[in-house]
């Protein structure tokens, strides 16, 4: 296992659409263990395999401890109901900006095992999945934000 480097806005890797994983073979979960790791280090929610350089359906969260694989992950149903809240993103450090995104949402992936399975989210696991599932499709949040955030005001909200 090890730390990958985090791809930055401006690469053009994070504007390409990810390839479907065909085979899970041992590439794949070297690529699964190394972004859980990488996603450790940098202390976030989720990561996108093109955050990583890699463009495959790819993705792994982690929310309060509870990690997520999701390979060849597509959303299946998604609420009407939309919250505007605020997002980041691992590579576009020091901006937020405020994403309307569905309540909840199901989704449905294969696990390292090729075993299909289906999740459903709400509040911040919706909104993570969307996040991440965008950068499967060459989109980034900042492409979506209604409104930016100066990083010093959600300090002083803490």
């Given at each position: 296992?090890?730390?990958?480097?985090i791809v930055k806005i401006?690469?053009?890797?994070?504007?390409?659409?990810?390839?479907?994983?065909?085979?899970?073979?041992?590439?794949?979960?070297?690529?699964?263990?190394?972004?859980?790791?990488?996603?450790?280090?940098?202390?976030?929610?989720?990561?996108?395999?093109?955050?990583?350089?890699?463009?495959?359906?790819?993705?792994?969260?982690?929310?309060?401890?509870?990690?997520?694989?999701?390979?060849?992950?597509?959303?299946?149903?998604?609420?009407?109901?939309?919250?505007?809240?605020?997002?980041?993103?691992?590579?576009v450090p020091g901006k937020?900006?405020?994403?309307?995104?569905?309540?909840?949402?199901?989704?449905?992936?294969?696990?390292?095992?090729?075993?299909?399975?289906?999740?459903?989210?709400?509040?911040?696991?919706?909104?993570?999945?969307?996040?991440?599932?965008?950068?499967?499709?060459?989109?980034?949040?900042?492409?979506?934000?209604?409104?930016?955030?100066?990083?010093?005001e959600l300090e002083e909200?803490?």
């Amino acid at each position: 296992m090890a730390i990958r480097n985090i791809v930055k806005i401006g690469d053009e890797i994070l504007t390409k659409r990810s390839r479907k994983v065909e085979k899970i073979d041992d590439r794949i979960i070297t690529l699964l263990d190394d972004m859980k790791d990488t996603l450790d280090k940098a202390k976030g929610v989720g990561l996108a395999a093109p955050q990583v350089g890699v463009l495959k359906r790819v993705v792994v969260l982690n929310i309060e401890d509870n990690y997520w694989e999701l390979i060849n992950p597509e959303i299946i149903s998604a609420s009407e109901e939309m919250v505007n809240d605020i997002e980041g993103c691992l590579s576009v450090p020091g901006k937020w900006g405020y994403v309307e995104r569905p309540k909840t949402v199901t989704v449905r992936a294969k696990d390292r095992n090729g075993e299909t399975f289906e999740l459903n989210g709400s509040d911040l696991l919706a909104r993570a999945l969307c996040h991440e599932i965008d950068h499967l499709n060459g989109e980034l949040y900042v492409d979506k934000v209604s409104e930016f955030v100066d990083p010093d005001e959600l300090e002083e909200d803490e």
